[in-house]
């Protein structure tokens, strides 16, 4: 009897380490979304089959005893489609803002459920604001998602369709084994990658999933030089907010009152990260400054909490920067997530939009700004870099190369502004018709009859 209780106690302190060590394992990497760190070897991938296999019989008594997952099965649309989504909703992160207008939108096509990952730490299946039709059961460091697997089983959709990003998806397993699952199961699955690197490393993702959605044609053509075949390949452009007036009929947004009481002022909105080309500014800042000297360049630096070393370190770089320019009067760093009203206010005040954004190996993605796509439904006038990031703006804002177009388009904004300002106003335009989030849903729509 005594042998069987101390074999009990090993038994409960081995399934407790082995909780601990997968808890430390799964944990979110420190790095920005598209550069996930850290490698495995075999005897970390043997360490966690082991761990795996002792925690299976405590898993499988749990999974006896909980309380099933509940999923609303009032249709949201008349369509036969069932589509289940996967993806963060109603969070401080850009996916999960474009997870939810398109959502928005796409539930009038097709019956429509979103499987969104957890709150933080709030393990509620639904928080105040969520609608009906979202259910929460999963979160990134979670493996395997029993919690999701189960909940999409009891809705039996006809269609699977994850939202991707490397930063959610920060262990390539954690993606592609709910890929294989599902497939298993006779599901088709899809994937719209937001992000594409020439990476090779990425294909481990990529190639898993059957049905692959991107934002740009040059997304495409990245895909297919690294082996992936066209006709799994479908092109859906990034949506775009439209604020004022209708899809077919758009409007842009007026300026508000400046109360900057300055002609020269410059925003820029965006996380706090190297490649975001906040440097780039400062030096033109500093030598537009003799031409210009109000010149007040504003920084709104979103900032993820699991990225604040970085953060912090480029944030002190800059305020030194701006000490060594001599141009610390003229620059504001905002730190933190905003609202979205927020945001427009600060893009409607201000007399020109930037996102310096700079070439690097390592961020060189085809995907499509949300960022930009604020800017876009107002008539403050941007300018673009000539990262792959702005692919889909070619022709709609200027996008210069170097630092030294960045100065001359900047000035020549500045020195001819009514007229820079009316060039761009009709060809928004016309960039909000085609990428309304009302197009973008029907165009969707469209591929999911395809497929099934």
């Known amino acids: 009897m005594i042998n069987l209780f101390i074999a ?28 996930p760190g850290g490698s495995s070897n075999k005897f970390d991938y043997f360490l966690t089959i082991f761990i795996d296999c002792i925690l299976y019989i405590p898993r499988a008594i749990y999974s006896k005893f909980k309380k099933p997952i509940h999923v609303d099965a009032k249709p949201t649309s008349s369509s036969a489609i069932k589509v289940a989504f996967i993806g963060n909703y109603g969070t401080a992160c850009g996916i999960a803002t474009y997870n939810e207008y398109l959502t928005s939108e796409l539930k009038h096509h097709v019956d429509l459920r979103l499987f969104a990952e957890y709150n933080g730490d709030d393990r509620s299946e639904r928080i105040p604001g ?3 039709w979202v259910t ?91 082996g992936i075949e066209q006709e799994r390949i479908t092109v859906i452009p990034h949506g775009t907010k439209i604020f004022d007036g209708t899809g077919d009929n758009p409007e842009l947004l007026p300026a508000l009152w400046n109360t900057w009481n300055s002609d020269y002022t410059i925003f820029q909105p965006g996380f706090l990260f190297p490649y975001k080309g906040h440097s780039r500014l400062l030096k033109a800042v500093a030598l537009l400054k003799e031409k210009y000297p109000d010149i007040h360049y504003i920084i709104q630096a979103s900032e993820n909490e699991l990225s604040m070393k970085e953060h912090d370190e480029l944030y002190y770089k800059l305020v030194i920067e701006c000490e060594e320019l001599g141009i610390t009067g003229n620059v504001t760093i905002n730190r933190g997530f905003v609202s979205e009203d927020v945001l427009l206010s600060l893009i409607r005040t201000v007399k020109l939009c930037v996102l310096p954004y700079a070439n690097h190996p390592e961020h060189d993605v085809r995907a499509a700004s949300g960022a930009a796509r604020m800017i876009i439904p107002t008539t403050t006038p941007l300018i673009v870099s000539g990262v792959h990031l702005f692919d889909d703006l070619e022709g709609v804002v200027p996008r210069v190369r170097d630092d030294f177009e960045l100065y001359q388009e900047i000035d020549n904004i500045f020195s001819n502004y009514e007229k820079c300002s009316t060039e761009q106003i009709s060809k928004r335009k016309e960039f909000l018709r085609n990428t309304s989030w009302e197009n973008v849903a029907f165009l969707l729509a469209a591929y999911y009859r395809s497929l099934v």
């Open 136 to 226: 929460r059961c999963w979160t990134r460091n979670q493996h395997p998602k029993s919690d999701l697997i189960y909940a999409i089983d009891s809705w039996k959709p006809d269609i699977i369709h994850f939202s991707h990003e490397y930063g959610i998806w920060h262990k390539a397993y954690f993606f592609t084994q709910l890929v294989s699952t599902f497939k298993m199961k006779g599901y088709k699955v899809v994937s719209t990658m937001h992000s594409v690197y020439e990476h090779v490393d990425k294909l481990v993702s990529e190639s898993a999933v059957p049905n692959i959605v991107v934002h740009t044609d040059q997304g495409k053509i990245t895909l297919i030089k690294k």
């Open 8 to 35: 009990l106690i090993a038994f409960i302190a081995l399934v407790w380490l082995a909780c601990i060590y997968l808890n430390f394992k799964n944990r979110n990497n420190d790095s920005h979304c598209g550069n």
């Open 130 to 132: 969520d609608p009906a």
